[in-house]
């Protein structure tokens, strides 16, 4: 999902925090594990260089380089879906006031609700690039749990949603890591990847999962 202002293009701006009067966005993703997350790139995102999050040489956990990925927010308690089955996926997503931080994210499985982050909610802690939900942050370098601060994705009110894209994204280079992985779990894996869609709307409000 993009948002932006009448010129902005999302495409092809990996590793690049976008201006918050140009435009944010967000992919749907999968883990390795079939866990889903959000993956954000927004005005306050976050890099994966420091454990705070920063880019500045010398800091705790300095990685020595200055890459801007998506942020990572992925609910913990979350069960693998299920593979070759339909199911219903639910995305909300609301830009914040510009000045606030009142832009919220949330997803739903088969109308239960797995994730939601805003302003206030939940509890978590920042590392690096990821947001751990709760106490899921196991590393050593992990701050103590608080509210989340919410998602201040716009400074105008100019950027606003504009497109929606269905793909299936697969990082060119890794794919026999991927497999390699994907295998080392007991999984086998086919050299074709299909995902199929179907009744797919996009509203102003939740409208529930087809019956």
């Not at 832009?103 to 982050?117: A, H, Q, T």
């Amino acid at each position: 999902m993009a948002a932006g202002d009448a010129s902005y293009n999302s495409s092809g701006l990996a590793n690049t925090v976008p201006a918050g009067d140009k435009g944010f966005w967000f992919d749907f993703d999968i883990s390795n594990k079939d866990l889903m997350n959000f993956y954000v790139y927004w005005q306050s995102m976050r890099s994966g260089n420091c454990n705070n999050g920063t880019t500045t040489p010398g800091c705790p956990g300095d990685q020595g380089h200055q890459n801007y990925y998506g942020n990572v927010f992925r609910p913990v308690g979350q069960e693998a879906f299920a593979r070759d089955q339909w199911f219903c996926v639910e995305m909300h997503a609301k830009a914040n006031t510009p000045g606030s931080s009142d832009g919220e994210l949330g997803f739903y499985i088969n109308d239960e609700l797995v994730g939601e982050y805003r302003q206030g909610f939940p509890n978590g802690a920042w590392l690096r690039s990821t947001f751990h939900t709760d106490d899921s942050c196991s590393f050593s370098a992990c701050p103590d749990p608080s509210p989340f601060a919410g998602f201040d994705f716009r400074s105008t009110g100019d950027v606003g949603f504009k497109s929606l894209f269905l793909d299936a994204y697969y990082e060119r280079g890794s794919s026999a890591n991927k497999k390699a992985a994907l295998e080392g779990m007991g999984l086998t894996v086919s050299e074709e990847q299909t995902i199929y869609y179907d009744d797919v709307v996009a509203a102003t409000q939740r409208i529930g999962c087809r019956r």
